[in-house]
Structure formats: C-alpha cells, structure tokens
C-alpha cells in the first residue's frame, strides 16, 4: 500500500515532453511510480480526473530572506498557493549568511529596522541550523551575497579591497559552499558592487567554477546602459566559466526599451559560444523597489545617518532634486507601497502626493525618505509588454516572482504598507498570459519554464520533474480555474485554482486550504 495515490490526472512531468494521461503512488518523500495504477490502493486516494497534474513549481529569484518572512511567516503561503514549492534567496548580493560582524547585515538593512533583526549565527551551516527550527512548509536554499561577504571583511567601508581582503573574501564564500550555498549573487549596481574592482568579482567567480557552484546576478544598469551592464556580466562568465543567471531581466523606461531585442541577441550570441546564461523574468511591467534607488551614488555613500544629512543641507538637496529632474520621472506612475511612519502615502502616485502637500514631487521623494529613514518601497510602471513577451518565448527565459512569501494570517493590517502583487500571483499570471490568452507557449513548455528549466539551472537532480525516485514535489491544479487574484491596491490575495501542493510527499495544501497538521519543506543544499 502506498501512502499516496493521484489517480486520472493529466501529467504534465516538466521535462517539455507531451502531456499524458498517468496515475502517480507517492511513497515517504519521493515518487514511488509512475503508471496505471487501477488496482493500487494508497492511505489516501486523489481522483485529479479534468486536472493537470504537475511538478512543484521552482522560484529562483525570491526575497523572503531578506526581507525576514520566512522566519515571520514560516508557512510561505503566498508561494505555495501558486504552486511555488521550492524557492532560493541571497539574491542582489545579500544572504543572511555568513555573517560574522555587526556591519555584515547592512545590505538588508534597507529593508527592515535593525530592530526586527535576529541573528544568532555567523556560518551558514548555523543559519542552516536556526531555519530548520521553523518548521517551513516550503524549500528554500540560498545563495551566498557578494555584498555580505564584502561587509564581512571591510565592514562599512566602500572601497577597492586589497588582494589579501579579496582571498579572505573567497575563503569565506568557498566555507559556505562546501555547506550548502549554491553559489555567489551580485549586485554590481550598489555602492559595494561599484567598489568593487574586476579581479575581485573574477576571483570569487572563479571560487563558485571550482566548486561546481552558479552565479547569479542583479544587473547593475537595467536602463540606457543595460547593453554595457549585460556585457560585463557576459566577460564574466566566459573568463571564468562559471554558469550564470541574469536575475529579473528587463529593461526599464523608454530610454532602454528599444535595446531589449539587442540584450536578447547579446545573450543568444553569448549561449552559440558556450557560455553558460540564462535568465527569468516576472510577468508585470511594474518594478518594485526601495525609493533610495532613485538616488545617485554620490548620495549613497556612507551609513543611514549620513546620507539623511545631505536633505537637510541646501546645496546637497538641490542637487537631489536636479538630480530627480535629469531622470525624466514619470511621477504619475510611480506609487508608494510601503513608509512605515508616511501610512497615509501608501497607494498614491508621487504626483498625487504632491497635489495634496503642495510640495514639488522631487521634494516628497526626500520628504518620506527622510521621514521613514530611508525605508520607503515603489512601485514604478516602466517596463514594456512588448518585452516581456518576447523574453517568454525564450528557450533559456524562466519565470520567477521577484518576490517575497507571506501568511495572511501574519498580516495584521493589510490596509497599510502593500506588497508587490507578483508575491501572490506571479506564475498563475504567467500562465494565464502566454498559455491561455496570448497562446505563445504550450501547457507543457510554460511547465518546464516554472519547474525542470530552473531546477537545471540550479543543478536540483531530483527536483524540478515527476520521474520515479524524485522528491514528491507535486501540485494539482484546475487549468480553467487557474489564475492570479492580486491586485497593485490589493495585493494580499491569494492565487484561485491550485487544488493540491504536496511538498516532499507532504500534503500541504488540500482544496485550496493550508494544512497544518505536518510540515514538509526542506532546507536544499548544492549536491
């Protein structure tokens, strides 16, 4: 007897292979077998007739890390009722490990007040360690951050490192991939990633090609200088042959769009010569991202303290502002989603902001900067459909929801700050896009994107595909009722359609409810 059976589904096994008709036995944690199984018995028993049944989708690019969740909502909801059953964090060049000083967590800081913080490990094997305490309900693995590796060493200093501070940069980053790390992000944008020189980023790159790790990367200019920006990323991979992943490609505003196809053949080129690159992508022409963005680097030197002096100086604040004009802002699609002490800001556009206080936009942006200690999320309508579209069909393209996992539950008031609505419907979205309204892509090629393409990128041997001895990683789900509920002013909604979520043969989610009785994620390690 089998502990689960899923019986008359419509298989769609993530490989790209063609959609059968199969029943599959679940055994422990793993895929037991996969046939007609009529004369089978199982404890329990789904009938899954006029349903697809699927892998776990994959998430390469999350932030509930960062961002804290997921140790303040441990169940991830937000993910699984997606179908999202593994994800990976330490995107940008922050990871909540390692972490052996105080100014090591700084490049998370932007996100949450030191407060909310609790660390009680330095190695990642004991943040390992701490998370398996959770309980999580969902897997999740992580990469190791080239800005917390940086702070590591030099603290707050942005600066060239020196070759000794560059070896014990790659001596930590080696430490945490022998314990788990799948490999280094970046983000060559910040202030640390602009300090930091070509040899530097080569020798820790070449760290993650010894130990057969991934590169993943923020890309430091995804506006007019995007062909640049990319470029240096591909030089990267094919000096130090390391596989890499552009992390949310886009390009952003008017000036960059026209140079998305030329991106495109950058990579395809890149790919004929055999360097290893790929990409995912959200389905919104919304970013989302902290309003210190908006600031040029000259600003951002320093800590919290320091840069919140220069908007009280009035040369330095003039200079702002100029700065906010040459950036042509559109400042009617640009939404404040979250300022903690700024509440009745959040929803509205800049430009309606500014109507009601009678300042000049450029002096909210620094007004709720400066109230909010820096702390202010947008939401900013700059990306072109057109774009997205064309980097779906893409054969190295995979979907991700740049997201961050939350528990409604958790939520005390969801009438205040917002979350990004790609956090509860980014692959129903996706789904509903290019497989059911533009019919750009098959149920099974749009499957593969969201579960075998990534587990492949990620180097996951028994994630990603429903073959026998693989993790029962499985959801089941209506594909006429699938999609995504979240709004931009109501984002805290789940995603309709997603029926059944086993996670390593756990039942975790049952008729579109959480079950709580059992938790099955795993902590997911570099094999």
Same mark, same amino acid.
């Given at each position: 007897?089998?502990?689960?059976?899923? %019986?008359?589904?419509?298989?769609?096994? #993530?490989?790209?292979?063609?959609?059968?008709?199969?029943?599959?036995?679940?055994?422990?944690? %793993?895929?037991?077998?996969?046939?007609? @199984?009529? *004369?089978?018995e199982a404890k329990l028993t789904i009938d899954a007739e006029n349903l697809y049944v699927t892998p776990?989708?994959?998430?390469?690019?999350?932030?509930?890390?960062?961002?804290?969740?997921?140790?303040?909502?441990? =169940?991830?909801?937000? +993910?699984?009722?997606?179908?999202?059953?593994?994800?990976?964090?330490?995107?940008?060049?922050?990871?909540?490990?390692?972490?052996?000083? %105080?100014?090591?967590?700084? /490049?998370?800081?932007?996100? @949450?007040?030191?407060?909310?913080?609790?660390?009680?490990?330095?190695?990642?094997?004991?943040?390992?360690?701490?998370?398996?305490? &959770? =309980?999580?309900?969902?897997?999740?693995?992580?990469?190791?951050?080239?800005?917390?590796?940086?702070? *590591?060493?030099?603290?707050?200093?942005?600066?060239?490192?020196?070759?000794?501070?560059?070896?014990?940069?790659?001596?930590?980053?080696?430490?945490?991939?022998?314990?788990?790390?799948? #490999?280094?992000?970046?983000?060559?944008?910040?202030?640390?990633?602009?300090?930091?020189?070509?040899?530097?980023?080569?020798?820790?790159?070449?760290?993650?090609?010894? *130990?057969?790790?991934?590169?993943?990367?923020?890309?430091?200019?995804?506006?007019? *200088?995007?062909?640049?920006?990319?470029?240096?990323?591909?030089?990267?991979?094919?000096?130090?042959?390391?596989?890499? &992943?552009?992390?949310?490609?886009?390009?952003? #505003?008017?000036?960059?769009?026209?140079? +998305?196809?030329?991106?495109?053949?950058?990579?395809?080129?890149?790919?004929?010569?055999?360097?290893?690159?790929?990409?995912?992508?959200?389905?919104?022409?919304?970013?989302?991202?902290?309003?210190?963005?908006?600031?040029?680097?000259?600003?951002? @030197?320093?800590?919290?303290?320091?840069?919140?002096?220069?908007?009280?100086?009035?040369?330095?604040?003039?200079?702002?502002?100029?700065?906010?004009?040459?950036?042509?802002?559109?400042?009617?699609?640009?939404?404040?989603? /979250?300022?903690?002490? /700024?509440?009745?800001?959040?929803?509205?556009?800049?430009?309606?902001?500014?109507?009601?206080?009678?300042?000049?936009?450029?002096?909210?942006?620094?007004?709720?900067?400066?109230?909010?200690?820096?702390?202010?999320?947008?939401?900013?309508?700059?990306?072109?459909?057109? =774009?997205?579209?064309?980097?779906?069909?893409?054969?190295?393209?995979?979907?991700?929801?740049?997201?961050?996992?939350?528990?409604?539950?958790?939520?005390?008031?969801s009438g205040s700050d917002l979350a990004h609505p790609r956090s509860f419907g980014a692959f129903p979205?996706?789904?509903?896009?290019?497989?059911?309204?533009?019919?750009?892509?098959?149920?099974?090629?749009?499957?593969?994107?969201?579960? #075998?393409?990534?587990?492949?990128?990620?180097?996951?041997?028994?994630?990603?595909? @429903?073959?026998?001895?693989?993790?029962?990683?499985?959801?089941?789900?209506?594909?006429?009722?699938?999609?995504?509920?979240?709004?931009?002013?109501?984002?805290?909604?789940?995603?309709?359609?997603? %029926? +059944?979520? +086993?996670?390593?043969?756990?039942?975790?989610?049952?008729?579109?409810?959480?079950?709580?009785?059992?938790?099955?994620?795993?902590?997911?390690?570099?094999?």
């Amino acid at each position: 007897m089998y502990d689960v059976i899923i %019986k008359n589904g419509t298989v769609i096994d #993530g490989t790209g292979s063609r959609a059968v008709r199969a029943d599959i036995a679940v055994d422990g944690e %793993k895929i037991k077998k996969i046939a007609n @199984l009529k *004369n089978e018995e199982a404890k329990l028993t789904i009938d899954a007739e006029n349903l697809y049944v699927t892998p776990g989708f994959i998430d390469l690019t999350t932030h509930s890390d960062s961002h804290w969740t997921l140790f303040s909502h441990p =169940n991830q909801e937000s +993910f699984l009722m997606q179908g999202i059953t593994t994800i990976l964090g330490g995107h940008g060049g922050s990871s909540l490990a390692p972490i052996i000083n %105080k100014e090591s967590i700084g /490049s998370i800081e932007k996100w @949450l007040e030191p407060s909310d913080i609790n660390i009680n490990w330095q190695t990642l094997e004991q943040f390992f360690s701490e998370l398996s305490k &959770h =309980n999580l309900k969902i897997n999740f693995g992580t990469l190791t951050g080239h800005e917390t590796l940086r702070r *590591n060493i030099l603290k707050n200093q942005v600066r060239r490192a020196k070759n000794e501070e560059i070896k014990e940069m790659a001596n930590l980053l080696a430490q945490s991939l022998n314990e788990g790390s799948f #490999g280094l992000s970046t983000n060559l944008g910040s202030l640390h990633g602009q300090a930091a020189s070509d040899s530097e980023i080569d020798a820790l790159l070449q760290t993650v090609t010894q *130990n057969n790790g991934t590169s993943m990367h923020h890309m430091e200019d995804e506006g007019k *200088n995007l062909l640049p920006a990319l470029s240096r990323i591909i030089t990267f991979l094919r000096t130090t042959r390391v596989k890499g &992943h552009i992390a949310h490609l886009k390009a952003i #505003g008017r000036m960059a769009w026209e140079y +998305f196809d030329n991106a495109l053949s950058m990579i395809e080129n890149a790919r004929k010569e055999g360097v290893q690159i790929t990409c995912d992508f959200y389905p919104y022409t919304r970013t989302g991202s902290n309003m210190s963005s908006l600031l040029p680097s000259w600003a951002l @030197l320093g800590n919290e303290e320091k840069v919140m002096s220069l908007f009280k100086n009035e040369v330095s604040r003039k200079n702002l502002k100029n700065h906010f004009k040459e950036l042509t802002l559109h400042y009617n699609k640009i939404t404040v989603a /979250s300022a903690q002490h /700024s509440a009745n800001s959040v929803g509205k556009t800049l430009k309606e902001i500014s109507e009601m206080s009678g300042l000049t936009p450029e002096d909210v942006i620094l007004q709720l900067l400066e109230i909010n200690n820096l702390r202010v999320s947008i939401f900013n309508e700059v990306l072109l459909e057109k =774009n997205i579209e064309n980097l779906s069909a893409k054969p190295y393209s995979m979907i991700a929801s740049d997201g961050v996992g939350y528990d409604l539950s958790k939520i005390k008031d969801s009438g205040s700050d917002l979350a990004h609505p790609r956090s509860f419907g980014a692959f129903p979205k996706a789904i509903n896009w290019f497989v059911k309204q533009k019919k750009s892509l098959s149920w099974e090629d749009m499957i593969y994107k969201m579960s #075998g393409l990534p587990a492949a990128t990620l180097g996951l041997e028994k994630r990603g595909a @429903l073959k026998e001895d693989h993790y029962a990683d499985i959801i089941i789900f209506n594909p006429q009722e699938i999609k995504d509920t979240a709004t931009y002013e109501n984002p805290f909604s789940y995603s309709k359609g997603i %029926k +059944f979520v +086993f996670v390593n043969g756990v039942l975790t989610i049952a008729e579109d409810k959480l079950k709580n009785d059992k938790s099955g994620g795993k902590i997911i390690k570099k094999e």
